[in-house]
C-alpha cells in the first residue's frame, strides 16, 4: 500500500509506503518527501478476480461523505 498526501501542487508533501509486513510490526514504514499533489491517494493492489463490484461500492460508500472521492480518476460522489 502506498499513501501519499499534500496540501496543494506547490508544496512539499509526503508518501509513506506500507509493505503487507508492516501491519505485524516486521517491516519498516518508508516515509518520503512527495511534490506535486493536492490532496490524499490510497493506492492498493488488488487481484483482478476480487475487483468485480469494487468501483460501484467505492461510489456507494462516498455517497455522503463531505470530501471529494475519486475511484481511477472519476469523481464518486459528485452531487
Known amino acids: 500500500m502506498i499513501v501519499r498526501s499534500g496540501p496543494d501542487e506547490t508544496e512539499r508533501g509526503w ?44 461510489g456507494a460508500a462516498a455517497r455522503d461523505l463531505p470530501v471529494r472521492v475519486y475511484f481511477h480518476a472519476r469523481w464518486k460522489n459528485r452531487p
Not at 506500507?18 to 518520503?32: G, K, L, V
Not at 491517494?41 to 467505492?58: S, T, Y
Open 15 to 58: 508518501s509513506a509506503t506500507i509493505p503487507p509486513e508492516a501491519w505485524t510490526d516486521t517491516a519498516p514504514i518508508t516515509i518520503e518527501p512527495d511534490a506535486g499533489l493536492r490532496g490524499t491517494n490510497v493506492m492498493v493492489e488488488i487481484p483482478v478476480e476480487e475487483r468485480v463490484g469494487l468501483e460501484e461500492a467505492v
